[in-house]
């Protein structure tokens, strides 16, 4: 019999997994699908600049008002409607729904972090275990799941494109544009980027559109609300609005956090160049849009099978040894991506790639998510409301310069990026060796009907906070 937590992580990975089919596939397509004018892009960059906003005051309150649970699902009905915008692209519908979606996207992971935290601290509790070490791994098996939705959502989008007769061969001199050779502003456009026939573009929106609802029913009917007894407290007794407000803003007072935002706003940086730029100045330029979702299948599949070992390895290897694996990996594909100049008879090299990029980014995401998880215990809500804020500004500047700076220049400062990473984590990594931060006991947010039984033989101390 698994344990209840364990049931609960299970359903909300299966959630994200079935609501980022739908995104995942969305995103990865914008810079080719709504390549006119920037529209595609310009709507990435509005979203994750809606995330920035509402990671300011929005997630503390929703969560400590609604709890995780609720916060979730309103989450997930602000990206459904993204993919309705997406039916009828154009500057009137794209961006209120990504204003819609960026506002819900910060309270959702937040509260999907805490959701997780709070579930690995209280099995910990449970089982007498080190609560790092249950947080580590259950970060590690949603990103499992949740990652392989990359590969369902872009298998959705290349098995449907696909069927476009409109596809042709690219013109050598095409080619010449490719990658960074040129500046990447402006693929050519011919039958092979051109948008695909609506009624393949409405059938694949449709389908996202099913999958987003399903994720939606899937939470809402199986998750467990495991702090709703704290939700109730605090609508019994509202602290002050602007304490609330700026809870988000105080935890900066934490030299820890500033220390890590380099490193958290690199996780925006690297995943939004292979969302923008790879997707469009390497694959759709050299292949066809329709080998976008194939290659984005290998990016998610990679990404998947590492979130889940990079979760169990951690505890052996410890969160430094696995961020200095992804910074060197990440390295050198930037450097070689600087100098490959790609070719459609140069087929495997597509996916080495986004298979590298996925296995960087599965270290990026599961240990940054849990290390803040670690570090910020009793402000768990605010931490990780500041972790989507200070991603989702990697995400903004990058998809901000994206029509305007050349491939190569981009390349340059996402090195940029990563070597001041490499500066600023191993400062807050050491310090927490030296000085390791407690965990908080989560046997509060066990229902009335639930209690832990602890040893009290493993009791060394007990201090008043």
Request: hydrophobic share 45%; proline share 4%.
């Amino acid at each position: 019999m698994i344990s209840r937590n364990f049931k609960n992580i299970l359903v909300v990975s299966v959630g994200f997994l079935s609501l980022f089919t739908a995104y995942g596939g969305l995103q990865s397509l914008q810079s080719s699908l709504n390549a006119e004018e920037g529209m595609g892009v310009a709507s990435l960059s509005v979203i994750y600049a809606s995330i920035i906003i509402s990671s300011m005051f929005l997630p503390p309150i929703m969560i400590k008002n609604l709890g995780c649970k609720w916060t979730i699902v309103a989450g997930m009905a602000c990206y459904v409607s993204y993919s309705f915008g997406n039916l009828y692209p154009g500057w009137y519908t794209l961006i209120p729904t990504s204003v819609i979606l960026g506002l819900g996207g910060s309270p959702l992971w937040s509260a999907k972090c805490t959701y997780l935290t709070i579930s690995g601290n209280m099995q910990a509790s449970k089982e007498g275990k080190k609560g790092s070490d249950v947080i580590n791994q259950y970060f590690g098996i949603f990103f499992f799941i949740f990652q392989s939705s990359a590969v369902w959502g872009n298998l959705m989008s290349s098995l449907i494109f696909g069927q476009d007769t409109n596809i042709a061969n690219i013109p050598e001199e095409q080619l010449q544009t490719c990658g960074a050779a040129d500046c990447g502003l402006n693929v050519s456009v011919n039958s092979t980027t051109t948008r695909p026939a609506q009624t393949l573009v409405w059938t694949l929106v449709g389908c996202y559109i099913g999958v987003g609802v399903l994720a939606m029913l899937i939470v809402a009917i199986f998750l467990d609300n495991i702090d709703r007894e704290q939700a109730s407290q605090f609508r019994g007794n509202r602290e002050p609005f602007c304490h609330t407000f700026l809870a988000t803003f105080r935890l900066l007072k934490d030299w820890r956090l500033l220390t890590l935002i380099p490193l958290t706003m690199y996780s925006g940086f690297e995943q939004s160049f292979l969302s923008g730029e790879y997707t469009k100045n390497y694959v759709t330029c050299a292949l066809g849009i329709h080998y976008v979702g194939f290659v984005m299948m290998c990016f998610g599949a990679a990404n998947s099978v590492c979130s889940f070992l990079f979760g169990r390895l951690a505890r052996y290897t410890g969160r430094a040894v696995l961020f200095f694996l992804a910074a060197v990996t990440n390295f050198s594909c930037i450097i070689a991506l600087l100098f490959w100049r790609p070719h459609p008879d140069q087929l495997p090299i597509f996916f080495v790639f986004p298979a590298l990029w996925g296995m960087a980014d599965a270290i990026w995401q599961t240990q940054t998510n849990a290390l803040y998880g670690v570090l910020f215990p009793r402000d768990k809500e605010a931490a990780f409301a500041n972790y989507r804020m200070w991603e989702s500004l990697g995400f903004v500047i990058a998809f901000a310069y994206s029509t305007f700076i050349c491939l190569e220049y981009k390349l340059y400062i996402l090195l940029a990026v990563l070597v001041l990473t490499v500066i600023t984590y191993p400062i807050v990594e050491y310090h927490e060796h030296r000085n390791p931060t407690p965990p908080v006991e989560e046997g509060t947010y066990l229902s009335h009907k639930e209690t832990i039984r602890r040893d009290d033989s493993k009791i060394i101390c007990q201090t008043q906070m």
